[in-house]
């Protein structure tokens, strides 16, 4: 069995900020993250019918 992950660290705070590739830093709620994000979904949903 794996290790289990109680505790994580990102080592940059809880600011509403995240790290982009290029190493800047845009708002959690910015519309790119939430774009982000729906691609994100939209993949996982392809995959399962894909994988059905």
């Known amino acids: 069995m794996g290790h ?3 505790k994580i660290y990102t080592r ?5 900020t995240t790290g982009l590739g290029d190493g800047s830093r845009i ?3 910015a519309p ?3 774009a ?3 691609v994100d979904e939209i993949n996982s ?3 399962v019918l894909v994988a059905a």
């Not at 940059?12 to 509403?16: F, L, V």
């Open 32 to 34: 790119r993250m939430e």
């Open 45 to 47: 949903h392809v995959g």
């Open 27 to 29: 708002d959690k709620d």
């Open 12 to 16: 940059t705070g809880d600011d509403g």
């Open 36 to 38: 982000i994000g729906t």
């Open 4 to 6: 289990r992950l109680s």
